[in-house]
């Protein structure tokens, strides 16, 4: 009975405690994606922020290049042509106080019939030489025969003079093909436009924006004078690219500039995203957009914070497995505990079959099955005649292995459903169960089961180094349900037990 009692304390197995582990590991990672995910969202933030705030700058450095723009090209068509003096003094104050304008020209459109008439009136009013050439800013970049067409727009005025002006006056400035198509959109859309990036002569990158008024004037903005991202931005795996809208952010011909940071490690690239943004800057018939990106990386993380949650998840994770562990080991060591409490109260410890209290227990639970069954089963008594010649003779460890090993020879001869126990000396007891519903024929079972008994036990034994043999008596009783009680049962059987011997001795 005490049976039930051992098995409400379960080991924890080697499974519960990976388990217990792997939610715990689980938690812990959890943990630290959160903190890197709110470190790469702080990053994002940041980067977002400060890459408006350059977009603003750059929109007012643009902005303020058209005003400047219109406002050339009004007081040009007020006054150009009657006072040049002070239209030089405009440009000149205004050119100081905007760092990107580089420099502001006048262009005249001229038909084809009127291009002769046209040269020779500049050349009376004061520029002997001048003449309407083309220019070619492809890979050849030098002067070319002027085409016949039928419009030119050659350069007439530019502020401030310069060791070039000479040069670039009478250049028609549609003889170049994104300088034609700046002014055509420029004059269809009545609103500054702004060209693709080329080089200057001087070397410096630029574009022009063409504002049409009377005559169409224009504006070579200084690319490498437009305001560059600041140190807030310019960390690592940053880049910024503007280019103008007829190209793509990587062409480098359509690139106005191009910035970047140091570069991430390859394992940053893999792991960690990348920020982007993209704005279409606000001026000059919005022809330029800003591309920022930013590859996230180490850097981005509070490495510390994330090394403490990592060290004390590894610590934590370590205790909970050797608790857990020692909790494992402390109810095996219980259980074993209880185990062997429980043999020493039930198993005969010579031989290791059931002692009294166990075959008792075991008596009952036969005569419970029986009395639900309706079958009959038998008590069979077992005594070795003269064992108390054996143990005085040859000495009480032969007596030993003698007995332990009829033990043995007993429980070969039965069923798994029957038991045997030793009552002490050389005393046995066998239970059998559920032998049959008929008196008879239940009575003849148990008596074959007897003498296969007798048979095994009766043959030849080796004890050390000599062979002994024995005889034993043998008594039988026969129980049906609750008709006798265990003290009548164990009582008959022991009477049949001692008939049987009383017979021996005669």
């Known amino acids: 009975m005490m049976n039930a009692k051992l098995n409400s304390i379960k080991p924890i197995s080697t499974l519960t405690i990976f388990i217990a582990l792997v939610v715990w590991i689980s938690l812990c990672l959890m943990v630290l994606w959160t903190v890197v995910n709110l470190n790469l969202r702080d990053a994002e933030r940041n980067f977002t922020e400060h890459g408006e705030d350059y977009v603003d700058k750059l929109n007012r450095s643009m902005v303020s290049s058209e005003t400047v723009l219109k406002g050339f090209s009004a007081l040009f068509a007020a006054i150009g042509n009657t006072d040049p003096e002070k239209v030089s003094v405009y440009v000149k104050s205004v050119i100081d106080s905007n760092d990107q304008i580089f420099a502001l020209e006048v262009i005249q459109k001229v038909p084809k019939q009127q291009l002769e008439d046209f040269i020779t009136s500049k050349r009376l009013s004061g520029d002997p030489n001048f003449t309407v050439k083309s220019f070619s800013f492809d890979h050849s970049r ?13 350069i007439i005025s530019m502020e401030p003079p310069s060791a070039n002006s000479e040069e670039i006056l009478g250049l028609d400035v549609s003889s170049v093909p994104f300088l034609e198509t700046a002014i055509l959109q420029a004059i269809s859309l009545k609103s500054p436009v702004a060209s693709h990036p080329f080089r200057l002569i001087e070397g410096n990158l630029a574009y022009v924006v063409v504002c049409p008024i009377k005559s169409e004037e224009n504006m070579i903005i200084d690319a490498d004078k437009l305001q560059r991202p600041n140190a807030n931005l310019l960390r690592d795996g940053f880049s910024a690219v503007v280019y ?19 570069g991430r490690s390859a394992i940053e690239e893999a792991i960690f995203p990348v920020f982007s943004l993209q704005k279409t800057l606000a001026t000059m018939g919005e022809a330029f957009s800003l591309l920022m990106t930013r590859q996230a990386g180490w850097t981005d993380l509070s490495l510390k914070l994330i090394a403490l949650i990592a060290s004390l998840s590894f610590v934590s994770s370590a205790i909970l497995y050797i608790y857990l562990r020692s909790v494992q080991r402390g109810r095996l060591e219980h259980i074993n505990h209880q185990n062997l409490l429980w043999k020493l109260a039930n198993q005969d410890t010579l031989t290791g079959i059931p002692n009294r209290m166990l075959m008792l227990d075991r008596l009952e639970q036969a005569l419970a099955i029986s009395d639900r069954s309706g079958h009959y089963g038998a008590v069979i008594f077992l005594d070795i005649d003269n064992f108390k010649a054996l143990n005085d003779t040859k000495g009480h460890d032969a007596g030993d292995l003698l007995l ?32 049959g519903t008929e008196f008879a024929e239940s009575n003849a079972s148990a008596t074959q089961v007897a003498d296969k008994i007798r048979m095994m036990v009766e043959q030849p034994y080796k ?22 009680t265990i003290n009548q049962l164990l009582k008959s059987a022991d009477a049949a037990m001692y008939k049987q011997k009383a017979m021996h001795h005669h």
């Open 404 to 435: 332990i090993d009829i033990a043995k020879r007993i429980n070969l001869s039965l069923r798994n459903v029957d038991t045997v126990a030793r009552l002490g000396g050389d005393e046995f007891i066998v239970i059998l169960s559920e032998l």
């Open 244 to 262: 103008h809208k007829d190209f793509t952010p990587q062409e480098h011909k359509g690139q106005l500039f191009a910035v970047s940071g140091r």
């Open 142 to 154: 030098g002067w070319k025969a002027l085409q016949d067409k039928p419009i030119y727009y050659p």
């Open 463 to 484: 004890l050390q180094l000599f062979d002994y043999q024995i005889t034993v008596s043998i008594g039988i009783t026969l129980f049906k349900g609750n008709e006798k």
